[in-house]
C-alpha cells in the first residue's frame, strides 16, 4: 500500500522526537490518538507517510485524519484489514538538516476494547514517549509498558507503570530502533 501513495524513501527523513497519546474512552475503546513529531531531512524531503494500524474489527473507511502544519494527501484504506495509509505534505520541499514539526489527529470508533496501545519503528527514532489517558468510567487495574520485536513477536514487559490519580500512564525510549514499544493495560474484573 505504502508504494501506491508515491511513498517518500524512508532515509529522507528522520525522526528526532514523537509524542504520541491515545485517549481512552468510558466504553474502554481507543478512539482518539495525536501525535507531534519532530522530523529532520536527510536529503530533499516534501512529504511522510503515517501508517495506521487499528484494532481487530475496526473499519478502516470510519477512521478520520487530521493535520497541522501538513497538508493531507492520497489517503488508502486496506479493504480487509483495519490499515491506513496517509501522505503528509509539507507544502515545501525540506533540505539537508532543515526541521518540520507535524502534528495529526486520528479517529477511530470502531474495533475492540482496547487493551494496548503500540509504536512501530521503522527507523531509529531519537526520543519517543507514549502516553495513555483513561476516562474516569475506565480505570485499568494496571498498566505495563512493553517492547516487540516486530507484530508477530511476543511481548516483553518491560516495567510496570503508574497509572495515578490523573488517570494516565507513559512511557518514554530513547534511541529506539526497528519493533515496537507500547503500554498494554488490564481491566478489573
Request: net charge positive; glycine share 10%; aromatic share 6%.
Amino acid at each position: 500500500m505504502s508504494a501506491a501513495v508515491g511513498a517518500p524513501r524512508e532515509e529522507a527523513v528522520e525522526v528526532l522526537s514523537r509524542h504520541q497519546k491515545v485517549f481512552v474512552d468510558a466504553d474502554r475503546s481507543s478512539s482518539l490518538v495525536r501525535s507531534r513529531t519532530l522530523l529532520r531531512a536527510r536529503t530533499a524531503a516534501d512529504r511522510v507517510l503515517l501508517r495506521y494500524i487499528g484494532d481487530p474489527g475496526a473499519d478502516p473507511g470510519d477512521v478520520t485524519l487530521g493535520a497541522e502544519n501538513t497538508v493531507l494527501g492520497t489517503v488508502l484504506r486496506h479493504r480487509d484489514r483495519p490499515v491506513v495509509v496517509a501522505e503528509l505534505l509539507f507544502g515545501t520541499t525540506l533540505r539537508g538538516g532543515e526541521t518540520w514539526i507535524l502534528e495529526t489527529r486520528l479517529r477511530d470508533p470502531g474495533g475492540e476494547r482496547g487493551t494496548c496501545f503500540a509504536h512501530g519503528f521503522a527507523a531509529p527514532t531519537e526520543h519517543c514517549v507514549l502516553e495513555v489517558r483513561f476516562d474516569t468510567a475506565a480505570r485499568p487495574a494496571r498498566a505495563h509498558a512493553f517492547a516487540q520485536g516486530g507484530p508477530a513477536e511476543t511481548r516483553t514487559p518491560v516495567r510496570s507503570l503508574p497509572v495515578g490519580s490523573r488517570l494516565s500512564a507513559h512511557t518514554t525510549t530513547r534511541g529506539a530502533g526497528r519493533g515496537l514499544v507500547g503500554i498494554a493495560w488490564e481491566w478489573p474484573v
